[in-house]
Nanobody, 124 residues
Framework: QVQLVESGGGLVQAGGSLRLSCAASGRTFSSNPMGWFRQAPGKEREFVAA????????YYADSVKGRFTISRDNAKNTVYLQMNSLKPEDTAVYYCAASPIVGYSTTGRDYDYWGQGTQVTVSS
């Protein structure tokens, strides 16, 4: 059974940091682009960051650029999202996802495996 399991979420004060992890099991995703998305209450899911299979290409939403860093360790079949200078508007459930396409994508429909999500809450 293929699974993506996120961890590392929690409650943090504004200006703080969190590191999310997404561990894959059931198959290797070392040749797949991976992404992070988030969904806040009452809002649509939005793209956060994406990384190519090698890690050589990374793309960020404007709202997190300069504050968040996506990375991956293919030997561990794990993707990370380092989140610094967190703001209350970053509060959401964060999901990691794997895509079968070449390159990377900012569109959720290009991803076919999704984790269950991890809650991030930033207090003001």
């Amino acid at each position: 059974q293929v699974q993506l399991v996120e961890s590392g979420g929690g409650l943090v004060q504004a200006g703080g940091s969190l590191r999310l992890s997404c561990a894959a099991s059931g198959r290797t995703f070392s040749s797949n682009p991976m992404g992070w998305f988030r969904q806040a209450p009452g809002k649509e899911r939005e793209f956060v960051a994406a990384i190519s299979w090698s890690g050589g290409s990374r793309y960020y939403a404007d709202s997190v650029k300069g504050r968040f860093t996506i990375s991956r360790d293919n030997a561990k079949n794990t993707v990370y999202l380092q989140m610094n200078s967190l703001k209350p508007e970053d509060t959401a459930v964060y999901y990691c996802a794997a895509s079968p396409i070449v390159g990377y994508s900012t569109t959720g429909r290009d991803y076919d495996y999704w984790g269950q999500g991890t809650q991030v809450t930033v207090s003001s």
